[in-house]
């Protein structure tokens, strides 16, 4: 029974989160509230490795929610459900496209995609900043409210987002810079 979850939860997230990985998180954090398969602290950890590592980060999540909820054949089964979607839909597309590619519809639907999925990405942007830069535990067991923010954190993300701003190199160098700082820092 746990399979067939798992592979239709990741089927909808691969049918609905056009535009990329980062259009599969708010679907990813509804799945954490429905479902005890993984906390929010496993997938915030999972987004870190999945974009640090090759492949896409649906497909990575899908494969580590898998396996965490039913083995090895979970995280195959969470994997097939992720992109048995994007399967069938570029099949139709490679398909029919040259047929209707000039169909004023057709062009009108995919700008009409273009501004929902910078709101998906945008949306799934907040919760990461959210989750990451805030500590509302801390506040709560306090009540101060310089304990909402967690400093650290926003000082980690200023630098980086001026270092690259201003020196342009490949975001993996960012990546590892970060998680060096997280090692030594004990962040």
Do not use: C
Not at 70 to 91: K, R
Not at 94 to 119: L, Q, S, T
Not at 166 to 180: G, Q, T
């Amino acid at each position: 029974m746990i399979y067939i979850h798992l592979f239709f939860e990741f089927f909808k997230i691969g049918m609905f989160s056009i535009g990329g990985g980062l259009a599969t998180l708010p679907f990813l954090y509804q799945m954490v509230d429905k479902y005890s398969w993984i906390t929010s602290e496993d997938l915030l950890n999972m987004i870190a490795v999945a974009e640090s590592t090759p492949g896409p980060i649906g497909i990575n999540t899908a494969t580590f929610v898998g396996y965490k909820a039913g083995s090895l054949l979970g995280g195959i089964v969470a994997t097939m459900g992720i992109i048995t979607p994007a399967i069938v839909i570029i099949s139709l597309i490679v398909h029919y496209f040259m047929k209707f590619n000039e169909n004023p519809i057709v062009r009108a639907g995919f700008n009409g995609i273009r501004p929902a999925v910078v709101g998906l990405i945008g949306a799934a942007g907040f919760e990461v900043a959210r989750v990451t830069l805030f500590d509302p535990q801390h506040y709560t067991t306090t009540h101060n409210f310089l304990y909402l923010l967690d400093y650290k954190a926003i000082l980690l993300f200023t630098v980086m987002l001026f270092a690259m701003n201003k020196y342009k190199k490949h975001p993996i160098l960012y990546i590892v810079a970060s998680a060096i700082i997280g090692i030594v820092f004990k962040y």
